[in-house]
């Protein structure tokens, strides 16, 4: 998950890339409808903003920043935003699209690693759209990441479509994962319903408090604070240092 792999498109076009930021809400040709696009997740940015109350004091992170569309919202707000993404081409498009602020800094990351953020040096924290991808032991490893960089009482919010309210019969908009999920199990990052039950569940266990939730429709709205370090068993450190399918051998 540390390549483009991530994504399901090529990303050498303007359309992989929105089809890819956005997925099929604006139909198969989003990018005749790119200035409505950017209005739409900018709207979603400042509702981001307001529920994680971000002012000119705050130092800002975008994880998952896609096109910037978002991020924008924060940008004309926080003292500094860090935008964060896995992949080389949305960051230079970001780059593009936020050129006027002189507030914002990029980070080409791996896979749950920010390497180059220092501990406890981000107030805030945002990630639409990406979280709804995520399986249990992506969680695990991404909110130990965002522990980390946040200090303690630090927000993070994040978005995840929530297997405790789906109806089997209503899902539309994620038929097609199923379909493509079924098809071939190894293939797109696909929408992956966790629960907001085993969210509240983890985020206890690894430094957090749940501050807020909303539900619109499927998708739960989530606003973790942070009470203190992650805490994790002893056999953490030994996971935490693979680095290859050989050394999980050898531990196994």
Known sequence: MASDLWYRHDMESLRDIMTTCIGANFGENPEERLDEIRESRYRHGKKVCRQLQITDQDTVADIGSGC??????????????????????????TKVELEDFTNTRF????????SDIADGSVDK???????????????????????????????F???????????????????????????????????QPFSLTALNNLAPQ??????????VRD?????????????????????????????LEELN
């Open 68 to 93: 910037g569309f978002v991020t924008k919202a924060a940008c004309e707000l926080a003292k500094e935003v860090h935008c964060i993404d896995i992949s080389s081409k949305f960051l230079n498009f």
């Open 107 to 114: 980070h080409h990351i791996e896979y749950a690693k920010f």
């Open 125 to 155: 924290i945002f990630s639409t759209a990406v979280f709804i991808h995520f399986y249990y032991y992506d969680f695990l490893f991404y909110l130990i990441e965002i522990n980390r960089i946040l200090p303690t009482g630090g927000l």
């Open 157 to 191: 919010y994040t978005e995840i479509v929530d297997s405790d309210v789906l109806k089997i019969d209503t899902m539309a908009g994620i038929k097609n994962h199923v379909k493509t999920y079924k098809i071939n199990i190894h293939g797109a990052r696909l929408i």
């Open 206 to 215: 690894l430094g957090f408090s749940v501050e807020h939730t909303a539900q």
């Open 219 to 247: 998708v739960a709205e989530v606003v973790l604070k942070k009470t203190g370090p992650a805490i994790t068993p002893d056999w953490w450190k030994d996971i935490e240092e693979l680095e290859d399918l050989e050394e």
